[in-house]
């Protein structure tokens, strides 16, 4: 029996059905402008025309390769650096210890301990849209899912899941609900009561299937072989800098505007002072920290191949076309219909374009003059695209964030779609539900 394709192949065969695309789909592109204020280049509305151009060569889409990987080298410094931090510092022994004492706090309420992983995972996703910064936790979460009786699955959903859920109903995630409103022209963080109600109705339908999933699908536990049994000074100083530096990291999100290569740095000095106050010295420090490397190459590469995909769409000049294509035809149908149908639309767009704040670019400055025609809300318009681009994190192969996770989980990406399938289009459900209602009691 021939095995499903590994997450390596899965996307090799994305990038080269992008490039085939470009042959077969119509090229063409909207006039831009460039904002000044916030050093980027604006979609003009209704300004899509078709263009001649060359088709992409072979050799073309092959270097998208390498270029998609140099275009997410912050993102992969990160992944690179804090995985090589986690790796050492559990060489010294503190996440263990500190995992045991936990397990044996919560011996008997594993359900309760998977509770407190999915809502911790739904803030950090509605408050900061954590999503990348996962893959390097990963083993960590797998570990201490495996000592509670939990397989790969159900810490997978509860924690990169659970953070794409709270990003997509989030009333204030930075990457996705702000920009989007930005470019709406609405006022920052406006309709947030609203969101807040829907998001806590999406928490509490998500952790219920995740509770009911892990209770149904209990795996044998793995008990931890541990020299010490308690938790040293050391040790305690360890875990409680690597509290702190979460805590500085998200203040430096939230309030300073920090991005990737902040983070990388402060993760990068946690680990060489874990390193040296478990009295490793710096050759051993070092050692650990380029083994802590090696752990997370095959994901870095899976990020950076998911960017070649937009990379190869971009320089065919057929990404405007499929916008284009998507969103024309909803001028000519009810307001509440072509709402949820610009819903379907920015989750199918979320295929070739990934970047759900690169999708919010794209399509917000066509989007709202389309919803200003036909009667619709923009802030209605703002929910469309979150609910539909973010929510499909959870699936599309394009992402990848998601596919290096179920790389590391050692989760087939085509048992994984079996799995979630039915728990999207659920969520996609509440999401629509709460676009049919903002659109009848007229949110603004």
Not at 31 to 50: G, L
Not at 119 to 139: K, R, V
Request: net charge neutral; aromatic share 10%; with cysteine.
């Amino acid at each position: 029996m021939n095995k499903f394709p590994n997450a390596f192949v899965i996307i090799l065969s994305a990038i080269l059905f992008a490039w085939v695309l470009t042959f077969i789909i119509p090229k063409g592109n909207y006039q831009r402008e460039f904002d000044i204020v916030n050093n980027r280049n604006n979609v003009v509305p209704n300004s899509y025309e078709q263009k001649e151009a060359p088709h992409l060569s072979a050799f073309s889409a092959l270097l998208a390769i390498p270029k998609g990987i140099a275009g997410r080298a912050d993102l992969i410094t990160l992944i690179l650096l804090l995985g090589g931090c986690f790796y050492l510092i559990e060489k010294t022994g503190a996440l263990n210890q500190g995992l045991n004492q936990l397990i044996t706090l919560l011996k008997g309420k594993e359900l309760f301990a998977l509770a407190i992983i999915i809502l911790l995972f739904l803030t950090a996703g509605f408050t900061i849209g954590l999503q990348e910064e996962i893959i390097a936790l990963t083993p960590i979460l797998l570990l201490f899912g495996r000592t509670l009786g939990y397989n790969s699955s159900t810490i997978v959903t509860a924690s990169y899941g659970s953070a794409v859920v709270g990003a997509a109903f989030s009333p204030l995630n930075p990457f996705g609900v702000v920009i989007a409103q930005k470019e709406a022209e609405l006022e920052l963080l406006s309709g947030t009561a609203y969101r807040f109600v829907f998001l806590l109705i999406a928490a509490i339908v998500w952790t219920l299937i995740v509770l009911y999933y892990a209770r149904k699908n209990r795996v044998e536990k793995v008990k931890l072989e541990l020299e010490i049994t308690g938790l040293t000074t050391r040790n305690k100083i360890i875990l409680a800098l690597l509290a702190l530096t979460f805590a500085i990291v998200t203040y430096g999100l939230i309030v300073l505007n920090w991005g990737f290569i902040e983070m990388s740095a402060c993760f990068f000095a946690l680990g060489l002072i874990c390193g040296l106050i478990a009295n490793f010295g710096f050759n051993k420090t070092t050692e650990l920290y380029v083994n802590g490397f090696k752990e997370m190459v095959f994901a870095c590469i899976i990020i950076g191949l998911a960017n070649s995909i937009s990379i190869i769409l971009s320089e065919g000049f057929i990404v405007d076309t499929i916008v284009y294509g998507l969103f024309s035809p909803l001028k000519n149908i009810s307001p509440s219909i072509s709402a949820v149908l610009m819903m379907v639309s920015q989750a199918i767009l979320h295929f070739p374009i990934p970047s759900y704040s690169g999708q919010a670019i794209l399509t917000m400055p066509i989007l709202t003059p389309l919803a200003d025609l036909i009667g619709l809300s923009r802030q209605v318009c703002v929910l469309a695209y979150q609910y539909g681009a973010i929510t499909l994190d959870l699936i599309v192969p394009t992402n990848g964030a998601l596919m290096a996770v179920l790389a590391l989980a050692g989760i087939k990406y085509n048992h994984w779609v079996k799995f979630i399938i039915k728990p999207t289009f659920l969520i996609l459900g509440i999401a629509a539900l709460a676009i049919l209602i903002a659109v009848q009691i007229g949110y603004e």
